[in-house]
């Protein structure tokens, strides 16, 4: 259950390394897999770009939209240039952190590629956050450069007054001017198979970013652990999606999956049920990834497109409604692939396909993962039991300088998810509920206390609680209980403070953060010691949802 031996670090910069949680703090991983036995030198961009280049594949299809086709060798060649600017013009050494800011485009995955040829850390970023929640991310990791899409500039101007760490900003434009002028050629650092690649933020329960850190081991494992014994593809796949490639999610189905076996993604900038659709009808996809909101809205379009080329339909992000599943394959024929992950692990490790599936289960352990529901002292219940859940496997939680979480998540070797789940006698798991502070919506984790944050800084507010409530259409939604300031508000004014309330939340934090109910209160339910129960305000949203 230990690491094989790895390489030299090419780290010339061991501020993530060196940040590590202490080995005895990681969880066991399973290298058992034969496949899983990496050379010891290993850059992820060697094997997932560069192998299919120099196997005379380059003329193949690679990445496609409306407006573009890139093949391997254009992406090759894009990303050598990019990392030529790195390191030539931007001083870039091994080690270095990069912020990635753009939604999912040509560019920012040739961004992505080039960081890693340089041996960088790559730290993408949802689209949608504000320079405040920017500027927890660049103080964490302490990143020097931005490499961002003009479309985002107004919140990256904005973060230079909020923090002093990212030193140099360049957007794409300028970043194609440059790479206009270097050799399509470039030597990949040759980085450990151990070595850094990716930190991953998320938001925790407490609201403050938690950085996931994943190596260049972790991405080819979890490519040829899911995604090879779970989706059988192959180069004359095509992929698409909704999940922007800060997600792990949408970086796994977009970019690390699809090219590891040769495939094409047919990226979409700006995803909406429609565009999905009309994507799978004109690209003939075969893989489709995305939230059980998703699929939701799709169905009111579905029967007007021509979605008989998918072979996969794959749903992670938030627990698949057993309704959800049965009607999308009641009306396209096709089996939704429900998935359990989480950033810490980076891809998802329970799942079933094909036959496999079994209707309101999310799966068994993914191939090279165990999986096993426990007590709250971590010991194994039996099936039929309800408890947390606990997995361990080729990849694992390491977070970045954050010794007190990281034995909060990774406990006797296991990685405790936050969830709680139930398993049969045939080990196939089913989701319960969340045993935390998370708030899962349409895909989305929004931390409850982060919501709570926003809301407390508007003057009127005196004290307030964000839980999960019951929502036909996202699965939950953010609920807001709110207790007003003496004078803030009578009855009679509480709808327009409600509307007031949620704007600024979404000039605050990300907008998809925002409470979309806020509920005024005279007082919210504590313990003796003041601590807010929350549970106590989940329950009663849960029991009033069921009523007719």
């Known amino acids: 259950m230990t690491s094989p031996p790895t390489g030299k670090t090419a780290h010339v910069d061991p501020f993530v390394r060196e940040r590590l949680p202490p080995r005895e703090l990681w969880p066991d991983l399973l290298y058992d897999l034969p496949e899983l036995r990496y050379a010891p030198q290993t850059n992820v961009v060697s094997e997932i770009l560069d192998s299919h280049v120099a196997a005379g594949r380059g ?76 500027a927890v991310i660049a103080e964490r990791a302490r990143i020097p450069l931005a490499l961002c899409d003009e479309g985002l500039s107004e919140e990256m101007e904005k973060l230079g007054s909020e923090s002093e760490e990212i030193r140099r900003v360049v957007y794409f434009d300028e970043l194609l001017e440059r790479a206009a002028l270097k050799s399509p050629e470039f030597d990949n650092v040759r980085t450990a198979i151990d070595d850094p690649v990716l930190i991953a933020f998320t938001s925790g329960t407490t609201g403050k970013p938690k950085g996931c850190v994943h190596f260049h081991r972790d991405l080819l494992a979890s490519a040829d652990s899911f995604f090879k014994g779970t989706l059988p593809c192959s180069a004359n796949d095509v992929f698409t999606g909704s999940p922007p490639l800060a997600f792990t999610f949408g970086l796994g189905m977009h970019v690390v999956f699809p090219l590891r076996v040769g495939a094409s993604v047919a990226l979409i900038e700006k995803p909406s049920p429609e565009a999905l659709l009309e994507t799978i009808a004109r690209h003939r996809v075969t893989v489709l990834s995305t939230a059980p909101t998703a699929y939701r809205a799709m169905l009111k379009h579905v029967t007007r497109h021509d979605v008989d080329s998918l072979k996969f339909c794959v749903s992670a992000g938030e627990s698949l409604p057993l309704p959800t599943g049965e009607t999308w394959r009641d009306v396209t024929g096709k089996s939704i692939v429900d998935g359990i ?116 800084a508007h003057d009127a507010v005196a004290d307030c609680a964000c839980v999960a409530s019951p929502d036909p259409v996202r699965g939950n939604i953010v609920k807001a209980f709110v207790v007003l300031k003496p004078g803030a508000g009578d009855a009679s004014s509480r709808g327009s403070m409600a509307t007031v309330l949620q704007e600024f939340v979404k000039a605050q934090i990300a907008p998809y953060k925002y409470p979309r109910e806020v509920e005024f209160v005279d007082t919210l339910p504590r313990t003796e010691t003041g601590k807010v129960q929350r549970f106590k305000l989940r329950q009663m949203e849960k029991e009033r949802k069921k009523a007719p």
């Open 59 to 134: 003329d193949a299809r690679c990445l496609m939209g409306d407006s573009f086709t890139w093949s391997y060798k254009d992406l090759q060649y894009n990303a050598n240039r990019i990392a030529r600017v790195l390191v030539e013009d931007l001083d870039l050494v091994p080690g270095n952190r990069v912020l990635l800011r753009a939604p999912n485009t040509p560019m920012m995955v040739a961004a992505w590629m080039a960081v890693a040829k340089a041996g960088g850390v790559i730290v993408a970023t949802m689209p949608l956050l504000r320079s405040r929640e920017l």
């Open 341 to 456: 992950g989480a950033t810490e692990m980076f891809h998802i490790f329970i799942s079933a396909a094909g036959e496999e599936i079994r209707p309101g289960a999310t799966g068994k352990a993914v191939r090279g993962y165990q999986a096993r529901v426990t007590d709250e002292r971590g010991d194994a219940l039996p099936a039929g039991q309800v408890g947390r859940l606990a997995v361990r496997g080729p990849t694992g939680c390491r977070y970045l300088d954050d010794p007190v979480r990281q034995q909060e998540y990774v406990k006797d070797g296991w990685n405790f998810t936050g969830d709680a789940y139930l398993m049969d006698e045939d080990g196939y798991f089913f989701f319960q509920a969340r045993t935390d502070d998370m708030i899962v919506t349409a895909g989305y984790n929004i931390s409850g206390p982060e919501v709570e944050e926003a809301l407390l």
